[in-house]
């Protein structure tokens, strides 16, 4: 019997290749002595409690990665409070979405919407003509 150099298993004589991981084998293979070649693979080492170095018991918590923060731009830009203004329901929409992730753009777009709706309630009130 032979003794694959790479695999570490026994292979009848008389074979060209290795049955168990399909290497090719030489002369050499075939002559060497099995007592004299290491397996390439190791078993795992455990520990007392049945377990692999650095595995975590069954039942315990696995640790918790996570990617750093990104940086928000958060800068209250005057423009979506325009945006706001001129488009209420923009502005309320993006006042909702942003109020805690960006919360200076947020009040900037909600203030230009209040304005907007406010202003638009007091054209239609005082400037409208009237039915006579």
């Known amino acids: 019997m032979a003794v694959c150099e790479f695999c570490g298993s026994q292979v009848p004589d008389g074979l ?3 049955t168990s991981c399909g290497a090719a084998l030489t002369g050499a293979e075939q002559a060497a002595p ?3 070649i290491q397996p ?3 078993p795992p080492a455990y520990d007392q409690q049945g377990q692999q170095p650095g595995q975590q018991a069954y039942g315990q918590a696995q640790p918790v990665y996570s990617a ?3 940086a928000v ?3 209250g830009s005057i423009g979506w409070g ?3 203004f ?10 909702l979405v942003w109020r805690n992730t960006k919360p200076n ?3 900037v777009a909600g203030i230009g919407a209040l304005i907007g709706v406010c202003l638009s309630f007091a054209v239609n009130f005082f400037y409208l003509p009237t039915i006579s």
């Open 34 to 36: 099995a007592a004299d």
């Open 16 to 18: 060209k290749f290795c």
């Open 73 to 75: 731009n958060d800068s």
């Open 86 to 95: 001129f488009i209420p329901i923009v502005g309320l929409v993006l006042f």
């Open 40 to 42: 390439a693979y190791q």
């Open 105 to 107: 753009c947020a009040k």
């Open 82 to 84: 325009v945006l706001g």
């Open 68 to 70: 750093p923060p990104q």
